[in-house]
C-alpha cells in the first residue's frame, strides 16, 4: 500500500520559510519513472499544482506564482519530497499535498498541473502565512 505523510506545515510570518516533507512508502512501481508533486488548496478555491519532480530525469516544475521562492529536491534513499518555501506571502496560505504519479505526462503538456495525473495522496498540512 502506498502512503505518502506530510509534514512540516504552519504559522509563518509573511517574508517567512517553512520546509514541507513528503515520506513516501510502499511503492511497488515496475517502471522508474514517477512523478511526486505538491499541490495546495485554500478555502472556497480549487486545488493547485504548485511543484513537482520527475524521477526518471530530474526535471522540476514549478507554477508561475512560486518560481524564484520555492525549491523542490528529494532523498531517493529516504523516498523524501521536500518543498522548501521563502519569501512567503499571505495568499500562499493553504493546505498543502503531495502526491504520487505513477505514469507522468498522461494529461498533456501540463501533465504535473493535473489533479487526475496523480494516484496516490496525503492527507495534507496546513500553511498558515499571517501576521
Known amino acids: 500500500e502506498v502512503q505518502l505523510v506530510e509534514s512540516g506545515g504552519g504559522l509563518v510570518q509573511p517574508g517567512g520559510s517553512l520546509r514541507l516533507s513528503c515520506a513516501a512508502s510502499?511503492?511497488?512501481?515496475?517502471?522508474?519513472?514517477?512523478?511526486i508533486g505538491w499541490f495546495r488548496q485554500a478555502p472556497g478555491k480549487e486545488r493547485e499544482g504548485v511543484s513537482a519532480?520527475?524521477?526518471?530525469?530530474?526535471?522540476?516544475y514549478y507554477v508561475d506564482s512560486v518560481k524564484g521562492r520555492f525549491t523542490i529536491s528529494s532523498d531517493n534513499a529516504k523516498k523524501t519530497v521536500y518543498l522548501q518555501m521563502s519569501s512567503l506571502k499571505a495568499e500562499d496560505t493553504a493546505v498543502y499535498y503531495c502526491a504520487v504519479d505513477s505514469y507522468p505526462g498522461r494529461y498533456g503538456r501540463n501533465w504535473w498541473q493535473e489533479v487526475y495525473e496523480y494516484d496516490y495522496w496525503g492527507q495534507g498540512t496546513q500553511v498558515t502565512v499571517s501576521s
Open positions: 519532480i520527475r524521477f526518471s530525469d530530474g526535471s522540476t
Open positions: 510502499g511503492f511497488t512501481f515496475d517502471r522508474d519513472d514517477y512523478a
